[in-house]
């Protein structure tokens, strides 16, 4: 993707344009689209990832908001257009990574606290004491674990000090990093917009699915004043116009939890289309339609999205953890390898794993298994075993991880996997993919536009503002620009899938209880 692009030629028109901003994990990126879901310009800068203790993860909010506006300023002079090109923004985010910060100043109270994070585990046992994590999953979808915002603003709550007091007197704002960039788009202290949407909400614990409003007794039992929580708007409508900044008065006009975006940028619009998205961690979504499906087998039951008035869409979805970081682990701690694009080349140089599973539960097991005492482990190993065959093996965890949710999400929604569809960094990959094909026995698609967790945001703003007239032309827009069907024989599959289910059961109860 070259960072120099102009305007005017027929490739992209002269606009309009849609701009979406995409607040991850690693870092933020500012991409603008045009009428036909290309990619315009696009500009990304990476922020600080802060580990205080074993198991914390931590983000500075107001490093984030700088970047924000670096990327966005940077991606609209790169495609050579002003903000009266620009009709809409659009807004995808980190899920659950959590901020509580003071209204009248704008300044944080304390780094925020990012989905990976586990300091909750303690509190998430308290608060499931009786029954256990399936307290709040009626209302939620969710298990009680360290994951979801909720147990995280309670952590905050219970450990800054004064900010419970400070709370109760209404001086406190609670968001997920999506109300953050948009309370300061808006204005901030100047009259900024304090909503969320509600696929952000639904992975907070403190939403109900079937009313898609706060839950006032789970707010109770996890002690979290509703003075401090948003508002809970639809995923594309105006929130509000920004404010300052080279995108002054352009309307907001969505909010999309990223997961549930690359949903969307997908056109994953009928019920049982499902998508991948392979970054630090990887998430798969199915769309269940108009009902929520409760999952009996370690998903999550979230919203997909909601457009406007229209009834909710809700999703069933697998969340594995370690994905992308584990090959970053490879380079970074380990060094292994010198860049992430390495490790297929490495991985490549021999025919098979050796024998070794790698299974990276560094901080725990996420779907299906919801294992916090779990921890990584790399098992089979005899001195054949290369870093080559190791390097395989990390490409073959996210495979056979994602092949576990594909196997929970058939048995909860009756529907079979036919096809996936796939996005996020790692995708780049041709022999993760041909991998993921191969483990998971269906084709494996990947689109045109790679960065389907912006296209996503883009297209709810751009619905929101009537750019794009409905869903129908989304799917219009949809273009696959590579497939990988399966090759490997039935036996070879199930031999290692019972391999790599044996290497899973080696991470579990490596924690006790009294380990902090």
Request: with cysteine.
């Amino acid at each position: 993707m070259s960072d120099t692009t102009t305007t005017g030629t027929s490739s992209h028109g002269t606009g309009p344009f849609i701009a979406a901003i995409d607040q991850g994990t690693t870092s933020s990126r500012c991409i603008v689209f045009d009428r036909d879901g290309r990619i315009v310009a696009v500009d990304q800068k990476e922020h600080e990832q802060i580990f205080p203790r074993p198991g914390w993860v931590e983000h500075n909010a107001a490093e984030i908001w700088t970047n924000v506006q670096e990327v966005v300023a940077r991606a609209i002079e790169k495609a050579g257009i002003t903000s009266a090109d620009v009709k809409a923004i659009g807004i995808t985010n980190q899920r659950e990574t959590t901020l509580l910060w003071d209204k009248n100043t704008g300044e944080p109270v304390h780094n925020a606290i990012v989905w990976q994070d586990t300091r909750t585990d303690a509190l998430c046992r308290e608060l499931g004491r009786n029954v256990g994590q399936d307290r709040f999953r009626r209302e939620t979808g969710l298990p009680l674990a360290s994951y979801f915002a909720g147990p995280k603003a309670r952590w905050l709550l219970d450990n800054v000090e004064g900010l419970r007091e400070r709370a109760e007197r209404g001086e406190i704002l609670f968001g997920t990093m999506d109300s953050w960039v948009i309370w300061n788009l808006t204005g901030g202290t100047d009259g900024g917009v304090h909503v969320t949407d509600v696929t952000n909400a639904s992975r907070t614990m403190l939403m109900n699915l079937h009313t898609m409003a706060w839950d006032p007794k789970i707010l109770d039992s996890m002690e979290v004043p509703a003075a401090i929580l948003p508002e809970v708007r639809s995923s594309a409508e105006v929130y509000g116009n920004a404010k300052g900044g080279v995108l002054d008065g352009i309307p907001v006009a969505s909010a999309l939890g990223d997961q549930q975006a690359a949903l969307f940028g997908q056109t994953c619009f009928a019920e049982g289309e499902a998508k991948s998205t392979y970054g630090t961690g990887t998430f798969m979504l199915m769309n269940t339609a108009h009902k929520p499906v409760n999952s009996y087998n370690g998903l999550l039951t979230t919203v997909g999205y909601r457009i406007g008035d229209e009834p909710a869409v809700y999703a069933l979805e697998g969340s594995i953890a370690i994905t992308g970081a584990l090959v970053q682990w490879m380079r970074d701690q380990m060094g292994l390898i010198n860049s992430a694009a390495e490790i297929e080349t490495l991985a490549s140089s021999v025919e098979d794993n050796g024998g070794a599973y790698f299974v990276p539960a560094f901080s725990g097991l996420f779907a299906p298994h919801w294992r916090a005492d779990a921890r990584g482990v790399i098992a089979g190993l005899t001195r054949y075993v290369t870093k080559a065959h190791i390097a395989r093996a990390v490409l073959e965890a996210t495979a056979w991880q994602t092949r576990e949710i594909s196997d929970a999400m058939t048995k909860d929604s009756g529907v079979e996997l036919t096809a996936l569809k796939v996005d996020g960094g790692m995708t780049s990959n041709n022999l993760l993919m041909q991998t993921l094909s191969d483990v998971l026995d269906a084709p494996v698609v990947r689109p045109m536009v790679a960065e389907t967790t912006c296209l996503g945001a883009a297209y709810a703003a751009g619905l929101a503002v009537g750019f794009w007239p409905n869903t129908d032309v989304l799917r219009a827009n949809w273009r696959r620009a590579a497939e990988w069907t399966p090759r490997m024989d039935a036996d070879t599959r199930a031999r290692e899938y019972k391999n790599w289910l044996k290497a899973v059961e080696r991470t579990m109860g490596w924690l006790d209880d009294d380990d902090s």
